[in-house]
């Protein structure tokens, strides 16, 4: 684990009646300033691992990067923090209306009338149907997920997101203090690694919102399962687009939002 994703601080600790003086891990917040095309863009309040995805992700989630071969080069300098991003042919409309933004591990300042102009351009109705799962498969990748978050275990302080193939092999997991940045993580690696989406499906532990909805479509997620609720936007979305959501998957239950034909209760044949 990246030892600046962590840092022990002093606790003063109750339990059972009794106070007692320890040390905790607690994770970390890191300022993480996007540069792009020589000007400064963004900054995200993240976990500094995985910075390079993170800031893909994020290029990709806003519009700024609507094909991966635009992105000419790419560097982080761990010394002040910041990316520099060199994209080709980027809408300067998108790129001057988030001029200087600060997002910080909540989400930051609503996004709500840019995401929605660049998403009418991005997010588009899936027309595949390559994801069957059971029940059981659901409630076994959500446990995978967490089990795989070894920031969670040590802090509790994190978001995860993950990716599987159908058969539950776990492809790849991400941690971050913002939920979103988790997603971002994912979105960078299948990127930059030309992941196809076809069989796989997104395991994610925090509550479905549109721009959550949004940021897995754009992904080409047929499958986007959360341990948490879905917003009634965010289902309006997924019913139109095409994807099954599938959320409070926990203790052994879940709720299948929208298009259910993809989950079932005994074996699937696609």
Known sequence: MNESVVIRRAVTRYSDGE???????VVTEYP?????????????????DHVEDLSIGFLASEGLLTDYRSLTDLSY????????????????????????????????????????????RTAKPLQSHTVGLTYEDCISM?????????????TGGVHNAALFEQDGTLLLSRSDIGRHNALDKIYGHILRSE????????????????????KAAKMGCEV??????ATDLAIQLAEDL?????????????????????ITKGDNNF
């Open 242 to 262: 095409g994807i099954t959501i599938a959320g409070f998957i926990r203790n052994g239950s879940l709720n299948v939002y929208t298009h259910p034909e993809r």
């Open 142 to 154: 959500m446990s995978a997920m967490q089990q795989a978050s070894g920031l969670f275990k040590v």
């Open 19 to 25: 106070v007692l003086s320890g040390e905790d891990d």
């Open 77 to 120: 300098d761990d010394r002040t923090g910041h990316v520099y991003a060199e994209v080709e042919d980027v809408d300067e409309w998108l790129k001057e209306s988030g001029s200087k933004r600060y997002f910080t591990s909540c989400c930051g300042k609503s996004r709500q009338g840019f995401v929605f102009y660049n998403d009418a």
């Open 195 to 214: 992941l196809l989406m076809d069989g796989k499906a997104l395991a994610f532990s925090g509550r479905v919102s549109s721009e959550v909805l949004l």
């Open 32 to 48: 993480l300033t996007i540069m792009l095309n020589g000007e400064e863009f963004a900054t995200l309040v993240c976990s500094p």
């Open 224 to 229: 986007l399962l959360s341990k948490s609720a």
